[in-house]
């Protein structure tokens, strides 16, 4: 299966923005986590006072090999959102809702991982298009599994390892994600 979204989809887009994170270990992960939920915090109430205009959501797709710290980097941003609960990998329930209390108001956010995914036409079939709908924030691991159906993310993280530590490639797609990338 391709490893990112420039060989899941047939003609991807240019990036408006590219960074490279290096995180030579589980603490730079932990603190780029909480860098990233500042961001998402901060562009999620950019606009308060423009009535009727709402967060339009935002989709990360995090690619990498097993163990590169995709969930790592999700338990990191969930705590820096302010969820003290459990987080759990969601590699066999697929996905994890969490409702979080932020002061722009509540925050959905759906944590998904396709890894178990065989087929792309089982992304139809869990009938997921609606969470990425709702203006939520929707973190998906091994988004490749789902084909080119996810379609063009806001941002997509790409991890690799590299030496002791790792490598963010962090590639953002949208002016959300965009602004969102210039944040952290």
Same mark, same amino acid.
């Given at each position: 299966?391709p490893?990112?979204?420039t060989?899941?989809?047939?003609?991807?887009?240019?990036?408006?923005?590219?960074?490279?994170?290096?995180?030579?270990?589980?603490?730079?992960?932990?603190?780029f986590?909480?860098?990233f939920?500042?961001?998402?915090?901060?562009?999620?109430?950019?606009?308060?006072?423009?009535?009727?205009?709402?967060?339009p959501?935002?989709?990360?797709?995090l690619?990498?090999?097993?163990?590169?710290?995709?969930?790592?980097?999700? %338990?990191?941003?969930l %705590?820096?959102?302010g969820?003290?609960?459990?987080? &759990?990998?969601?590699?066999?329930?697929?996905?994890?809702?969490?409702?979080?209390?932020?002061q722009?108001?509540?925050?959905?956010?759906?944590?998904?991982?396709?890894?178990?995914?065989?087929?792309?036409?089982?992304?139809?079939?869990?009938?997921? &298009?609606?969470?990425?709908?709702?203006?939520?924030?929707?973190?998906?691991?091994?988004?490749?599994?789902?084909?080119?159906?996810?379609?063009?993310?806001?941002i997509?993280?790409?991890?690799?390892?590299?030496?002791?530590?790792?490598?963010l490639?962090?590639?953002?797609?949208?002016?959300?994600?965009?602004?969102?990338?210039?944040s952290?």
């Open positions: 299966m490893d990112s979204l060989r899941s989809i047939a003609n991807p887009p240019s990036a408006l923005l590219e960074r490279r994170f290096d995180l030579p270990g589980e603490d730079a992960t932990l603190a986590g909480g860098c939920a500042q961001a998402i915090l901060k562009v999620r109430g950019a606009n308060p006072n423009v009535p009727g205009e709402r967060f959501g935002l989709q990360v797709q690619t990498g090999d097993l163990g590169a710290g995709k969930t790592t980097l999700v %338990r990191a941003t %705590r820096a959102l969820h003290a609960g459990r987080v &759990r990998s969601p590699t066999y329930t697929l996905v994890e809702p969490y409702s979080l209390a932020t722009a108001g509540p925050l959905e956010l759906y944590h998904f991982d396709l890894y178990r995914f065989t087929d792309p036409a089982e992304w139809v079939d869990a009938g997921f &298009r609606e969470y990425f709908e709702s203006g939520a924030v929707c973190l998906i691991e091994w988004p490749q599994r789902a084909g080119g159906l996810l379609g063009v993310p806001d997509e993280f790409k991890l690799e390892q590299e030496g002791e530590g790792r490598v490639t962090a590639r953002a797609f949208s002016q959300t994600g965009k602004s969102c990338l210039e952290c």
